[in-house]
């Protein structure tokens, strides 16, 4: 009998117990293939990021071709030289060859100091020389101003020579140009 009162509550808390487990294991089961699911989830939308960023490389290529080119055409505007030097040497030729160009002579040329402006050097030659009239100071200025690469004259003065015949000017340029050479 005793034997049968304990088999009668036995049987009913095993039952109990082994539902108990069996809804343990169900639940770890569901909470797996939720995580999977999540996983799986996060890595579809990352491959679709990836899709997308691969979608736009053409895009990207064509924008960086049209800054390359950008930026090509951008330092044809500076002067070019390995050294500030060089540099300035190639302004005072330019300028030299504009004022002879206009039937001027050079009395002097005098390289100044190279100022920093950000990742560029401004380098400036002062030229005094002799024009012969107006006509060719303004031709002389324009051909200057209208340079590529750029050349800006910072500081002109401009005397009458003879002021009794008033034809030929003595002319001082400060002229300055940009380069990129970073000495």
Do not use: W
Not at 34 to 41: D, I, L, N, P, V
Not at 111 to 117: M, S, V
Not at 160 to 173: D, I
């Amino acid at each position: 009998m005793k034997k049968s009162r304990i088999m009668v509550f036995a049987i009913p808390l095993m039952i109990v117990l082994s539902l108990l487990l069996l809804y343990q294991r169900h639940t770890l089961v569901q909470r797996d293939l939720a995580g999977s699911r999540e996983e799986q989830a996060l890595k579809e939308r990352m491959l679709q990021k990836y899709i997308a960023f691969i979608a736009e490389k053409p895009a990207l290529e064509k924008r960086a071709a049209a800054l390359r080119e950008l930026r090509k055409a951008d330092e044809s505007r500076l002067t070019d030289g390995q050294t500030m030097s060089i540099v300035s040497a190639s302004l005072q030729d330019t300028v030299r060859s504009i004022i002879l160009g206009r039937s001027g002579s050079i009395l002097s040329e005098r390289a100044g100091k190279a100022d920093d402006l950000d990742n560029f050097k401004v380098i400036t030659v002062t030229v005094d020389s002799v024009l012969p009239d107006a006509r060719g100071l303004a031709d002389a200025l324009y051909a200057i101003e209208t340079r590529t690469p750029y050349l800006v004259v910072k500081e002109l003065d401009v005397r009458v020579r003879n002021v009794r015949t008033p034809k030929e000017l003595s002319v001082r340029f400060d002229v300055s140009t940009l380069t990129g050479t970073k000495q």
